[in-house]
């Protein structure tokens, strides 16, 4: 239950600071991959705001060798830089460039109702499990 409830505080929080930083909105992010043009620096100032929040809290949690919820934190997984990442990143970038919308705005926007979220999620659902089911078949 504690780690729900954790999901639930993370998650609200995600949205907020999406919503609030004005990343829910698909122009700004392909501004922001539009570096020879219209180029809009908020996203990598966005990164990097939570990266400066995030790491203290990182470190801090690392010292105490436990999750906020208590469970021991797992180890990392050994960073493999493989045909299989180097595909999924161009496939995510392709997704990303065309809509403008990765994962959590996309989820986040989901909230305004657009029919261009609810789109944009249930295709990424597909995918996923298409990916999903390719791999399954390929292993």
């Not at 990182?58 to 010292?63: E, I, K, P, Y």
Request: charged share 10%; hydrophobic share 55%.
């Amino acid at each position: 239950m504690k780690l729900i409830v954790h999901a639930a505080i993370a998650g609200a929080l995600f949205g907020l600071g999406l919503a609030v930083s004005g990343m829910t909105d698909p122009d700004k992010v392909l501004n922001f991959l539009d570096l020879a043009g219209h180029w809009d620096p908020s996203l990598a100032l966005v990164m990097g705001g939570a990266l400066a929040v995030a790491l203290p809290s990182f470190a801090l949690v690392r010292r105490r060798g436990r999750t906020l919820s208590g469970d021991p934190l797992p180890a990392p997984p050994a960073p493999t830089i493989d045909r299989r990442l180097l595909i999924g990143s161009a496939l995510f970038g392709i997704g990303w460039g065309i809509a403008g919308y990765c994962p959590g705005p996309a989820l986040a926007n989901l909230a305004h109702g657009t029919l261009e979220s609810v789109v944009f999620v249930m295709a990424m659902l597909a995918g996923s499990q298409l990916a999903r089911l390719a791999l399954r078949t390929s292993q």
